[in-house]
């Protein structure tokens, strides 16, 4: 069963992906996430988005601890 995350603003996003807020933002203007909501100032993120873009982004080393 799939885990269900409510909407996320960048700094819950950053909590659950283990990362500072700013990387959010960084993935955001990368493309490599997309808000699912919110507003401009505040976008809302999808967690299960940001986990999968940190589960690739993250060294064997920063993922191993």
């Known amino acids: 069963m799939a885990t269900y995350f409510p909407p996320l603003t960048a700094a819950e996003a950053a909590l659950l992906a283990g990362v500072l807020p700013a990387t959010i933002r960084q ?13 401009p100032r505040a976008p809302l993120y999808d967690g299960r988005a940001v986990l999968a ?3 690739t982004r993250k060294t064997p080393a920063t993922a191993a601890a």
């Open 27 to 39: 993935w955001r203007h990368r493309g490599l996430i997309t808000p699912i909501g919110g507003t």
């Open 53 to 55: 873009v940190s589960r």
